[in-house]
Every structure is written in structure tokens, then in C-alpha cells.
């Protein structure tokens, strides 16, 4: 079955610098490829997502790039703010499969 | 609000009790989920539910007994639980299996005493 990587677990970043998180994946039939975000008290919640036919993909200050061949994904985040600190997994699955998440980064940003 | 609720919140129940977590999701999602979340793995699948059929189960003990009644109601009967169960169990649905955004609810804090 799929395995999932996720480095960092901790990450601490000033306000303003950007923060990369990254994750590994084992199943190379897997095709999708999203990244939640967990705030304190709340489930995690869909950021943002890539699918195996796009290397890259952008929305405002959050990018996910894919490396198919590698089998590694990141998640940049820029600028970033004290809102941005959270817990973020990403996850790996292919269809008609459930989600498989890594273990998690837990993000700080400093003012 | 992610369109999924999740009932109570939080719970202290004894090991020999019986308890029931409710999920209900206002999505008219087809696809239904239990995960645990603990500090030892955060984010473990307990079970699935699509089309109201259970499809996975993670080799989850049986003192956790799940129930879909219909596709937007999911429960999750706890018996005879260990400390080691104490966990955030978290609700989630979505609209297929697999490649579709799951939606999570806020989660239940259980702690077994």
C-alpha cells in the first residue's frame, strides 16, 4: 500500500520568510496529491491540491510543486504571516482509494 | 463551518461504558470516514463508508462499532474502551472515494478514564 513521508515535523519561521514542506510517497499508481491545514481545535482543511497531470500549481501566497519521477511533492508557502501557523499534512491517494496523510508539520511563524 | 457536524464535542467516559459519537454531513457527500488523531500518528483512518457500505476497515479493534444509516448520518458506538484510546476522533465526507477534497468536522475529544 501507499507510504507517506512528511519533513519537517516542526518547522519555525520568521514573519515574511517562506516555509517548504515536504513529503514522499512510495505508490507511483497514485495521481492525487493534497495538503490540509489544522488549526487548534479544527479539523484539517483542504489548502490546496495537485493532480499527476501538472507539476505546479499556485493560489496567492500557497504553491505545490509535484516531481512525479521522484515521487516527492512540496508545499511553499511565502511571506508568510502569524496566521500560517498551524499543523499541515499532505497526503497521497489514487481513485476509488482512501487518502493516505503523512504525520504532520506543525508550522510557527514568528513575529 | 465545513458542512460537517460532529456530536459532542468532548467525552469522558469510563472503560466499561458505552458511548456513541455522531457525525452528520450537510454536503450530500457519498463517502463518509472515522479518523483517530493522537500524538503517536495524527491522522489514522478507521474506517470507510461509501454508499453507505463499509469498504475499509484498518483492522480496528472491535470495542469500535461504526454505523451508516444513510449517507449523510455516520456514528461510531464505543464499548469497553482502553485509556489508550483517548484521541480526537474526527469526522469526514466527501463526494467519491480517493480523489475528491475531503471535508472534516470538528472532532470529538474522547478520554477514557
Known amino acids: 500500500g501507499e507510504n507517506v513521508e512528511q519533513h519537517p515535523s516542526t518547522l519555525s519561521v520568521q514573519e515574511g520568510d517562506s516555509a517548504v514542506i515536504k513529503c514522499t510517497y512510495s505508490d507511483s499508481a497514485s495521481n492525487y496529491f493534497p495538503w490540509y491545514k489544522q488549526e487548534l481545535g479544527k479539523g484539517p482543511q483542504l489548502i490546496i491540491d495537485i493532480r499527476s497531470n501538472v507539476g505546479e500549481k499556485k493560489d496567492q501566497r500557497i504553491a505545490v510543486t509535484l516531481n512525479k519521477t521522484a515521487k516527492h511533492f512540496s508545499l511553499h508557502i511565502t511571506e508568510t504571516q502569524p496566521e500560517d501557523s498551524a499543523v499541515y499534512f499532505c497526503?497521497?491517494?489514487?481513485?476509488?482509494?482512501?487518502?493516505?496523510f503523512g504525520k504532520g508539520t506543525r508550522l510557527s511563524v514568528i513575529a | 463551518e465545513t458542512g460537517v457536524t460532529q456530536t459532542p464535542r468532548h467525552l469522558v467516559m469510563g472503560m466499561t461504558n458505552k458511548k456513541s459519537l455522531k457525525c452528520e454531513q450537510h454536503l450530500g457527500h457519498n463517502a463518509m470516514y472515522w479518523y483517530k488523531q493522537s500524538a503517536k500518528k495524527p491522522l489514522e483512518l478507521m474506517f470507510v463508508?461509501?454508499?453507505?457500505?463499509?469498504?475499509e476497515n484498518n483492522s480496528v479493534p472491535s470495542r469500535f462499532s461504526p454505523e451508516c444509516p444513510n449517507s449523510s448520518h455516520l456514528f461510531l458506538h464505543l464499548h469497553t474502551l482502553q485509556p489508550e484510546d483517548s484521541a480526537l476522533y474526527l469526522c469526514?465526507?466527501?463526494?467519491?472515494?480517493?480523489?475528491?477534497?475531503?471535508?472534516f468536522g470538528p472532532g470529538t475529544r474522547l478520554t477514557v478514564t
Open positions: 469526514a465526507s466527501s463526494q467519491g472515494q480517493g480523489t475528491y477534497e475531503q471535508y
Open positions: 463508508y461509501s454508499l453507505e457500505e463499509r469498504v
Open positions: 497526503a497521497a491517494s489514487e481513485a476509488n482509494t482512501p487518502l493516505v
